[in-house]
């Protein structure tokens, strides 16, 4: 085989090894309830060697075929859901950290994080009407409501912050034993 064959075959080996992972990690998460908002965002993280050893592109490949496969395989609708509508954002991130001003990058940030998960429950509420579901949302009211998606928005922001952490680390301790990718 060519060098360019076995570069292409060891691309499409590490990603569908991602998918896979992020698969499992998804399906293990619907048996464990409070796992909804954190299975997600852990899938997420495994996009993040992807997109630095093969680029965005692959990475985005690699986001849509385990969103598509979380949402035929899940059992909770609501985690394959929040990874469709987040779990890209490691992909991203870079983008938003490039912006010179940190207040507008903060804002396009939280925009981002909250337009999301209303935009993700409106969706699921769409699809899926479950009266019980919306019945919580009413009984909750508004300002717990609000409440809810400010502890969401700190939550995401604290997950930003673990990205970089997350990068350094990749970088510094499990690149440079990862041979194989640069042959």
């Given at each position: 085989?060519?060098?360019?064959?076995?570069?292409?075959?060891?691309?499409?080996?590490?990603?569908?090894?991602?998918?896979?992972?992020?698969?499992?990690?998804?399906?293990?998460?619907?048996?464990?309830?409070?796992?909804?908002?954190?299975?997600?965002?852990?899938?997420?993280?495994?996009?993040?060697?992807?997109?630095?050893?093969?680029?965005?592109?692959?990475?985005?490949?690699?986001?849509?075929?385990?969103?598509?496969?979380?949402?035929?395989?899940?059992?909770?609708?609501?985690?394959?859901?929040?990874?469709?509508?987040?779990?890209?954002y490691p992909i991203i991130k870079w983008s938003f950290d490039r912006i010179r001003s940190a207040p507008l990058r903060l804002i396009l940030k939280l925009a981002l994080f909250s337009l999301s998960v209303i935009l993700m429950y409106l969706l699921l509420h769409l699809l899926f009407p479950m009266e019980a579901f919306m019945q919580e949302f009413k009984e909750i009211g508004r300002w717990m409501l609000l409440g809810l998606l400010v502890v969401y928005d700190i939550s995401m922001l604290l997950y930003d912050r673990f990205l970089f952490a997350a990068l350094l680390i990749y970088a510094n301790r499990i690149k440079p034993r990862m041979r194989f990718l640069h042959r």
């Open positions: 085989m060519s060098g360019k064959a076995v570069k292409q075959s060891i691309k499409i080996a590490f990603c569908g090894i991602a998918v896979g992972l992020s698969i499992v990690f998804m399906l293990l998460g619907g048996l464990i309830p409070a796992a909804v908002y954190a299975v997600p965002l852990l899938c997420g993280l495994v996009l993040l060697p992807v997109s630095i050893e093969f680029g965005k592109p692959t990475a985005w490949a690699t986001f849509a075929a385990t969103a598509l496969l979380a949402l035929m395989l899940d059992f909770d609708k609501e985690a394959a859901f929040f990874y469709l509508f987040i779990g890209y």
